[in-house]
């Protein structure tokens, strides 16, 4: 069964639980924490949303949810609008694009890839690599939007996404195990989405490839264009010569520079 597929057979039987606008809700409530940060600054509040599994295990299972309120850690009030904004726009095109009970659980799959990745290390779980989920498949979906960066430049998402990828890799093969961990894992939902195009377009370029090699074997090496009626000389003979048609032999006749006024007409 393909991802579709399942997709379809879970929409029908669990669609009217999903939640319509659930990127405005998460935004809403990163705004609102943002605010208590900024207010309180101890982080005494924070603290109490934070995925740490040895609390959940206590019995603190909301931390399971509430990680993914705790908004970025940037320090100035205009760039968490600027933050939030983008989130939110990312989250309501693909809602658009999916719907919401998909885009529910493309959501849902990158919370248990993040929640499982912190249960794994036993680290601290933020919402980091969920929300550059949410980016890489925006910037699949959407590869020729434009972001005006630092609000001055347009840079095309898909190369945006070129350096996500790089990020991840960069995480993947240098960074300590809990991170290589929380890199892969937190993505997971991307490639359950994704996986089966991506491997689709993966064989068709390599088909593409593949034919085009062997319609280049298959081009005779021999090939010549000029050649000489008289003498048989070509290009290859001789780069420097050049070839004509005699306009008094019938057909199509060629002839080097010295059998070109050194011939006998052909007359057919």
């Known amino acids: 069964m393909t991802i579709v597929n ?4 879970l929409e029908r039987r669990f669609g009217h639980l999903a939640i319509k606008g659930l ?3 998460i935004v809403g409530l990163n705004g609102f924490i943002y605010f208590l940060m900024y207010v309180d600054h101890t982080g005494g509040f924070t603290t109490k949303l934070m995925l740490i599994p040895s609390l959940v295990f206590r019995g603190e299972v909301w931390r399971l949810i509430t990680y993914v309120f705790i908004p970025p850690s940037v320090s100035s009030p205009i760039w968490i609008i600027f933050v939030l904004y983008l989130y939110y ?3 309501n095109a693909l809602e658009h694009e999916w719907g919401s009970f998909r885009f529910n ?4 799959l990158g919370m248990a890839g993040t929640t499982a990745a912190v249960f794994i290390t036993g ?3 933020t919402s ?3 929300n550059l989920s949410l980016f890489l498949a925006f910037a699949r979906i959407y590869p020729n939007y434009e972001f005006l960066l630092f609000f001055i430049l347009p840079v095309k998402v898909k190369y945006l996404a070129w350096l996500n990828w790089i990020f991840i890799g960069f995480t993947v093969l240098f ?3 809990p991170q290589k961990v929380m890199a892969i894992v937190s993505i997971i939902n991307y490639f359950i989405f994704f996986g089966r195009e991506i491997s689709t377009g993966a064989k068709m370029t390599r088909q593409v490839h593949s034919n085009r090699r062997r319609f280049h ?4 090496r021999n090939t010549t264009i000029h050649k000489c009626t008289i003498c048989g000389i070509t290009e290859k003979d001789d780069p420097k010569m050049d070839f004509r048609y005699c306009v008094d032999c019938e057909g199509d006749h060629e002839y080097c520079m010295e059998h070109l006024k050194n011939h006998e007409h052909i007359k057919e």
Do not use: R, S
């Open 105 to 108: 659980m493309y959501y849902l």
């Open 23 to 25: 990127m405005t809700y």
């Open 217 to 220: 074997e298959q081009i005779p």
């Open 175 to 177: 960074m300590p195990i």
């Open 123 to 125: 680290g601290v779980g």
């Open 6 to 9: 399942w997709l379809e057979k």
């Open 128 to 130: 980091t690599y969920l």
């Open 89 to 91: 726009m990312i989250g």
